[in-house]
């Protein structure tokens, strides 16, 4: 097994971050430093140490936590509320975020000890599905979301992105939605909206570029007021969870993952 395999797999971290603990020289094999992430090791025989401590292996941990719009997908921060403030201290050891949501965008966020499950989910050329469900200031007419789902350039020297599919939800004027729109991004008392175009819809895309999801409706001429993730891969955000609690998955949830 290649040596950053093994390094995430027995929760040292990502594999992003064990390749740079690797290549600062922090791990040994056998009582010898190596610095090549994917040296090939057995890992049954091998003795792997990081940081002058055997590493061997640790149990893994999956949380589903339902993150409210106002906290920050980060383990600290001098201003803001971070998602760890929403866990118990004791579950918090080892994990870390299975990528990110802004601030204001509410739902489904994993987190784990499992670098592993981190690589397949994260890594681009894997394609996992994520889900989005949006409200957004303006209309899609069907030119609009051809371009959303072949792909859209959303930013100076990026490339388009890669085929997404959208399903359109509601469509409509703001104030006949005002009650059921919870939106963080808007001063919805402000009666200037209310004859303005709404539509609300699920954007499932495949990468993970800033913002992506703001930006492609942004390049579809609408402006994002509401953003929840609804799933990831086979995951899909508990709906009884209420906002800002988490919970371990079942495994059956965790089998869907790495289906
Ligand atoms: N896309 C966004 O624009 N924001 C998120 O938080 C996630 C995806």
């Given amino acids: 097994m290649r040596l950053d395999k093994f390094l995430a ?11 740079i603990y690797v290549k600062e020289g922090l791990v040994k094999v056998n009582g010898k430093v190596v610095t090549e992430p994917a040296m090939e090791i057995r890992e049954n025989t091998d003795v792997i140490e990081y940081n002058g401590k055997l590493v061997t292996y640790t149990e893994k941990v999956y949380y589903m936590f339902n993150k409210p719009a106002g906290c920050i997908t980060a383990r600290k921060d001098a201003v803001n509320q971070t998602v760890f403030d929403f866990f118990d201290d004791a579950d ?69 992105t890669k085929p997404a599919k959208l399903k359109i939800h ?9 009650n059921e729109i919870s939106c963080g991004n808007l001063n919805i008392k ?8 709404v539509v609300s819809g699920y954007l499932t895309i495949t990468e993970g570029r800033k913002h992506q999801v703001k930006r492609m ?8 007021i509401y953003l929840k993730r609804i799933s990831i891969g ?26």
């Avoid at 784990?112 to 469900?133: A, I």
């Avoid at 509601?170 to 006949?176: D, H, M, Q, R």
């Avoid at 409706?217 to 994002?224: E, M, S, T």
């Avoid at 969870?241 to 059956?252: C, H, I, N, S, V």
Wanted: one cysteine or more.
């Fill in 9 to 19: 797999q027995s929760s040292i971290g990502r594999r992003r971050t064990v390749r």
């Fill in 92 to 160: 918090t050891m080892g994990i870390f975020h299975v990528g990110r949501l802004d601030k204001d965008t509410e739902g489904l966020l994993l987190l784990t000890n499992d670098g592993e499950l981190e690589h397949k989910l994260m890594y681009p050329q894997n394609h996992v599905q994520k889900t989005y469900f949006f409200w957004a200031l303006g209309s899609l007419d069907e030119v609009r979301r051809k371009q959303l789902e072949h792909g859209i350039y959303i930013g100076k020297d990026e490339a388009q």
């Fill in 170 to 178: 509601k469509y409509g004027l703001f104030n006949e939605f005002k």
């Fill in 190 to 197: 402000d009666s200037g909206y209310y004859n303005q175009p």
């Fill in 217 to 224: 409706l942004k390049a579809a001429g609408c402006y994002v």
């Fill in 234 to 259: 086979g995951l899909t955000l508990d709906e009884s969870l209420e906002k800002g609690k988490y919970r371990p998955l079942t495994q059956a949830e965790i089998q869907k993952l790495f289906r």
